[in-house]
T-cell receptor, first 110, second 114 residues
Framework: ELKVEQNPLFLSMQEGKNYTIYCNYS?????LYWYRQDPGKSLESLFVLLSNGAVKQEGRLMASLDTKARLSTLHITAAVHDLSATYFCAVALRDDKIIFGKGTRLHILP | NAGVTQTPKFQVLKTGQSMTLQCAQDMNHEYMSWYRQDPGMGLRLIHY???????DQGEVPNGYNVSRSTTEDFPLRLLSAAPSQTSVYFC?????????????FGPGTRLTVL
């Protein structure tokens, strides 16, 4: 059974700082997704990572994937208040299930 | 394109009632899925479908049925609602799961079972 673990589950940080959210998963996969969810809203896709060593960047967010370590990271550079949200990673299995982590609630203080 | 649409947005049921949550997409996506979201639990996969006529169980399928008679629609049926099914339900679709395709999520249905 696939386990997808995110940490931290809650993060409060100041504007301008850097931080990293970690996503570990327990079985082989070559597809990993990152999503953002604002309170009371639906999920918005951020990144799709398909291979070992993949790195994607959009603005202040950068995601990477290490399939050998079964680890993905979402790095936030010089955080701004608008990035406050809950971030989810999700892992695709070979039987086409996509399993989500519990999410990291990010609160950026002005 | 309307994307992924879900109806209703809100629903209150009594224990034992049945209902169908509707999900439709107009992007000709093959892959569709249903998730439930509960506080502190992330999203949990209920059922999914890789194409019309094909469905499979996810992590938490008990108490729910699905069918996929067309590419566009993927309804979720609650057979006999229970308070434990109080949740926010999201439907999602994707062209395929290979390549760079991601899932697009609907706006959600907030269900309360009394």
């Amino acid at each position: 059974e696939l386990k997808v673990e995110q940490n931290p589950l809650f993060l409060s940080m100041q504007e301008g700082k850097n931080y990293t959210i970690y996503c570990n998963y327990s079985t082989t996969s070559d597809r990993l997704y990152w999503y953002r969810q604002d309170p009371g809203k639906s999920l918005e896709s951020l990144f799709v990572l398909l291979s070992n060593g993949a790195v994607k960047q959009e603005g202040r967010l950068m995601a990477s994937l290490d399939t050998k370590a079964r680890l993905s990271t979402l790095h936030i550079t010089a955080a701004v208040h608008d990035l406050s949200a809950t971030y989810f990673c999700a892992v695709a299995l070979r039987d086409d299930k996509i399993i989500f982590g519990k999410g990291t609630r990010l609160h950026i203080l002005p | 394109n309307a994307g992924v649409t879900q109806t209703p947005k809100f629903q209150v049921l009594k224990t034992g009632q049945s209902m169908t949550l509707q999900c439709a997409q107009d992007m000709n996506h093959e892959y569709m899925s249903w998730y439930r979201q509960d506080p502190g639990m992330g999203l949990r996969l209920i059922h999914y479908s890789v194409g019309a006529g094909i469905t499979d169980q996810g992590e938490v399928p008990n108490g729910y049925n699905v069918s996929r008679s067309t590419t566009e629609d993927f309804p979720l049926r609650l057979l006999s609602a229970a308070p434990s099914q109080t949740s926010v339900y999201f439907c999602a679709s994707s062209r395929q799961l290979d390549g760079t395709d991601t899932q697009y999520f609907g706006p959600g249905t907030r269900l309360t079972v009394l």
